[in-house]
């Protein structure tokens, strides 16, 4: 008995060795990442992001993408690369009795690796024989196409049953019943949206891409290069024309009514008479009349170039497939995801991280009222909401695919018809729901995302972010606050009132109108982003107090004295380490096209967030010792929530 109990004890240390190895080489490879995407000739007081970022674009992953690069987003690749192991695990699909979807799963994939994929081919006779039925494409039709039989609402009205961007920008609203939402202005443009400032040039990089796409499409039908042009041509005159519309229109106060009947019937099968009051669509009507041929050319190339892989060479194939069948049956991979991935450990560590967070603003003296109450019934959901029913169902909706063996195209046109309806399936049986039902996305937990909804005053940090570099179970708790701990902060702030003082709202607004991006010399809206940029700054806030507190308390308990909170190759005190692994999550690399772009999204470009977060955050000064004049510290005056 004796010596039993000796063997086993031999095996139990001989197990916390290994693991303690594993560990170990863990933390010194990500440590070793980190480090290689540091410019470390760059004082960190002067430009902490280029001290952070400076070599993230010469090292970043080779992967399949079609806009800029950034390390929190490029998460996704980690679970493309985890949904290609589970495509092949019949064995836990067996288990979770999905093994029939798994089996369509399958077949997708293997005819998505299988297919020519590059170049696109945009001539195939399905995909022409789709376009002539919803509205034709009078660049290749000519004289056979009859303007006087089209309509621009109505073929982007088909458009949207294939995730298409044509005129008509659908969006769902994310509380019960999850209704179309139709009254946000659609963005014009292929790889890149167009402005009227980013197109006034045929030399500018904006109007060359777009150019470029267009040209590649035109030639695939064999039109000689005179009718390209002038089709090219004439579609950048419409949108010039639509872009100017825009700017006359608001489309949150329209006066004018707007027929959208069309849409009911086209896009949901529903015969219902619907009108809704958008100025936009009665204007972009006219606009429409004067350049039918160049709207039709243009709805015609927004199709293919949804349906296109835009790879840029074979070897990004697979890294599409895996993206492809993930996203069309995001439900399947999920629950497979969610059983293999998402622990018990992890939910608790991540549910204790929002109680410390929580208990930052409760004891912030800076704290409104306001945001107490809110804070005091907000829900949080970690990894997922359950649903099992609706999820099921959801699930069960994959095996309507029908997988064409002949023709990659007719399959990849039922691919994207299958993703829209999954995407519209609440909306669909809302009857079948209770008023208190969630938005279809809470049910998701593998996805990139954590996010605030006001709808039910909840805070959603989804299984899928708990990756590099948002998450490592194995890293010190620095590291960890400064990744997920500043996410978790920044989507707590959400939640607050938005009626913070007229003094906060100006000081944030104008340092960050003072950014200026040199690569299109234009200016951050400070205004346009303003809350997200306040959320940026709290989420720093109270992510620090939390480690802080924290660390306190794990000083404190017998046996911590020795904790280690440092990375390994990295000289850095933990606190330094935990601003660094803040910022690196939006390490970023953008072609100049793409800034266009995020000018328009209500977050910040990731650079300037970084440097407006820090350059208003004392705690960074003290990390650093940035002595006031030193680049992120220009003044001795910062911004604060009141």
């Known amino acids: 008995m004796r010596l039993t109990i000796l063997v086993k004890d031999a095996i139990e240390q001989e197990n916390k060795r290994c693991i303690s190895n594993s560990t170990a080489a863990s933390l010194q490879s990500y440590s070793d990442l980190m480090r290689s995407y540091m410019n470390l000739s760059v004082d960190p007081c002067d430009d902490f992001y280029e001290y952070a970022c400076g070599n993230y674009r010469n090292v970043k992953q080779d992967r399949y993408s079609l806009g800029s690069r950034v390390n929190f987003v490029d998460i996704k690749y980690t679970l493309a690369d985890i949904t290609g192991q589970l495509v092949g695990r019949t064995d836990l699909a067996k288990t979770l009795n999905v093994t029939s979807e798994l089996e369509v799963a399958q077949r997708f994939y293997n005819a998505c690796l299988s297919a020519d994929l590059y170049p696109f081919p945009a001539s195939n006779p399905d995909y022409l024989r789709l376009i002539r039925s919803i509205g034709g494409f009078p660049a290749v039709d000519g004289a056979a196409w009859n303007a006087s039989n089209f309509s621009w609402f109505n073929m982007s009205a088909h458009l949207t049953n294939y995730g298409a961007k044509g005129l008509i920008r659908e969006e769902l609203v994310p509380f019960y ?15 890149t949206i167009v402005l009227t400032d980013n197109i006034a040039s045929n030399t500018s990089r904006t109007y060359q891409v777009n150019e470029e796409r267009m040209r590649g499409y035109l030639k695939s039908f064999d039109l000689p290069e005179a009718k ?5 041509e004439g579609i ?189 399936y609440t909306t669909r049986h ?75 709202l100006r000081c944030f607004a104008k340092h960050y109108n003072n950014y200026v991006i040199p690569e299109i010399d234009r200016h951050i809206d400070g205004v346009r982003t303003v809350f997200e940029n306040i959320a940026d700054y709290g989420g720093l806030r109270y992510a620090m107090a939390a480690y802080r507190r924290h660390m306190k308390q794990l000083l404190e308990e017998c046996g911590q004295e020795k904790i280690s909170d440092q990375m390994p190759g990295l000289d850095l005190l933990p606190e330094q380490l935990f601003f660094l692994g803040s910022a690196q999550l939006y390490c970023s690399d953008y072609k100049e096209e793409q800034y266009w772009e995020q000018l328009q999204d209500g977050h910040t470009v990731e650079k300037y967030r970084v440097l407006g977060a820090l350059a208003n955050n004392e705690d960074f000064f003290q990390a650093f010792k940035c002595p006031v004049g030193s680049g992120m510290r220009p003044g001795d005056k910062t911004c604060h929530l009141k």
């Open 177 to 191: 019943p999850f209704s179309p939402h139709l009254n946000k202005l659609p963005d014009l443009g292929f790889d």
């Open 228 to 232: 390209i042009a002038e089709v090219i």
């Open 236 to 424: 950048f005159a419409f949108w010039r024309e639509a872009l100017e519309v825009a700017k006359k229109t608001d489309d949150r106060k329209g006066i004018k009514s707007f027929d959208v009947t069309n849409y009911m019937k086209v896009a949901w099968n529903q015969h219902v008479h619907v009108a809704i009051n958008n100025e936009y669509f009665v204007e972009i009507e006219n606009v429409c009349a004067r350049h039918p041929e160049a709207v039709a050319n243009y709805l015609a190339m927004q199709l293919l170039f949804t349906f296109d892989a835009k790879l840029k060479a074979t070897k990004y194939q697979k890294d599409y497939c895996e993206r492809m069948v993930q996203a069309s049956m995001s439900f399947l991979f999920n629950k497979l995801y969610m059983t293999e991935y998402f622990t018990d450990e992890k939910r608790l560590e991540v549910s204790e991280m929002v109680e410390e967070l929580r208990k930052s603003i409760r004891l912030d003296s800076d704290t409104s009222e306001n945001a107490l109450s809110m804070e005091s019934h907000l829900q949080s959901n970690i990894g997922s909401t359950e649903d099992q029913l609706r999820t099921d169902r959801l699930i069960g909706e994959i095996r309507r695919l029908e997988i064409v063996k002949d023709s990659y195209a007719a399959t990849n046109m039922n691919i994207h018809r299958l993703m829209v309806e999954i995407k519209r």
């Open 430 to 504: 809302a009857n079948e729901l209770t008023e208190d039902s969630k938005f279809q996305r809470q049910l998701l937990g593998m996805q990139v995302n954590a996010f605030y909804l006001y709808t039910d005053n909840s805070i959603n940090i989804m299984a899928g972010i708990l990756h590099p570099p948002t998450y490592h179970p194995s890293w010190p708790p620095s590291l960890k606050f400064g990744t997920l701990g500043n996410v978790i902060g920044h989507e707590l702030t959400h939640s607050f009132p938005k009626n913070y003082s007229l003094e906060t």
